[in-house]
């Protein structure tokens, strides 16, 4: 699925990026690194489901304008 994505989330706490794979926000509790303050994945639940509407589109985009589906396109050493 989406596993390598990471996507930034800014804590309902003091504001801050955080930076983490999406699996990391959607565990049930975690600490902001930032603020230390716990945090809970429902308060990222909405934020994370718009961010994954806007992945879902932007693959299929990407898989629909794209023939050459057979490199991951990100990096030139990949091939
Ligand atoms: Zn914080």
Known sequence: MHDESKIVLNCPECDAAIYEM????????FVCQVCGKGLTAAQFAPMIADLEQAIDTRLDEMISDQPHAGCCGKKSTCC
């Open 22 to 29: 999406i699996d990391w926000f959607k565990r049930s509790d």
